[in-house]
């Protein structure tokens, strides 16, 4: 039986480079708003919350309940229409750029290693040196450190979910009112932890669905990280080329360096690759070389596929990248609509079951209705009940005029006419919410006898 092939550990060398400049930017930034946006509040809500557990979602400070099922189900076809159409023009971008696996492993992590266990040739001497007390030493403090991180991580994830102040309400209560809670926080965490001490990459190259999605969306015009083979073949171990050598060789000296920032260990210059999550290491580490060598940069760049198999160093596809994301930003805009748009207040007016009209002795004739209202302003909510009908009045049974922040009330209503003004027996009505300047406007039917002169 064939013996299955011991997993390669990954050193990956330190990058630099005005592209990586332009990552730590950009991750730091995004790592700064997840862990701030549990905790930054918008009007007494959270930037961003997915309570599943109470069926509550805040995104920038506006509520979501279950009757706004429309919204995130727009929401979710605008994220798989994004990440199709992102992934077709730009290729695995997001993946090396703004993926919380990336921004974590390769900013957070992989940085912490750099600084306790040194670069990538430190990091081999050490554990291939054997057995030491220096050892010993720096092992425990990266991975303590890693734990510390994986349990704040963890902290930030559940505060996510139930809330910033219920997290700070349950770290403050001893340990023993929460102990399911504090037992499920240690397995995340453990997990976080083996997913950025041992698992790493392999996350990027065998568990994550999108990279294997990624290889039936690219095609000739897709924007790529890729190396140029008709510039940099055939190779040269020269540092220094001559005339005669410049026209018979390529610019490409196969120093490696391309292969050993990779954080998934893949050599570029075999061509687009599932693995290569488009972290732009090897373009910084490429343009170093070339630039001592003085020679043109980008032999590794972002081309498209089309570009290298044809003529390099022309742009192709650009009306299809305009395209694309102008479809994605119309998307965006049309739901920032939407979700601007929608009213503080939801209800629904539904006709009491089993109940029919009542001529009075005063001459008018009611019909009783059932009212539910949520608030969904984040704050308490004052509102009135008002017929938009003509001759037509509402007679509240249970009167309320207030609703408590994120609270629910049901209401019984009578809608009242005179009996002279009914011509027809089953007319359509309109019934009014006002709150705080917000109309609401439900539609219900008012039957009754035409009244007969």
Known sequence: MQQKEKRRWIYAKKPAGRLYTYRQWVGYTLLLFLFAAPFVKIEGNPLLMFNIIERKFSFFGSLFYPQDLHLLVFAMLILMVGIVLFTAVFGRIWCGWACPQTIFMELVFRRIE??????????????KGGSSDLRAWKKLLKHGVFFFISLLISNIFLAYIIGSDALISIIRDPIEKHITGFVSIMLFATV?????????????????????????????QSITVAYDARRGEPRSKKSKKSREDADRRGD??????????????????????????????????????MEKMGRPKRLIGFYTMGEIMRQAGVKAGNLRIYAYSGVLLVLMVVFGVLIFNRTAIDARLLRATGTSYQI???????NLYTLELVNKAGRELSFEV????TGMHVQLVNAIQKLQKDGTARLSLFLIMQHRNIVDYKQHVVVEIVAEGEVVNLETTFIAPPYIR
């Open 192 to 220: 976080f932890y083996a997913v950025y001490a041992y698992v790493r990459e392999i996350v990027c190259t065998t568990v994550c669905p999108y990279g294997r999605l990624q290889s039936v969306l690219l095609d000739d």
């Open 386 to 389: 008002k017929s938009a009908e």
């Open 252 to 289: 490409c000296i196969d120093c490696r360096l391309c292969v050993h920032v990779c954080p998934t260990g893949i050599d570029i210059r075999e061509g687009v690759q599932m693995e290569c999550i488009s972290c732009t290491a090897c373009i910084d580490a490429c343009d170093a070389v």
């Open 114 to 127: 750099y600084l306790i266990e040194g670069d990538w040739r430190q990091q081999q001497r050490l554990d």
């Open 360 to 366: 009075r002795d005063d001459g008018t004739v009611s």
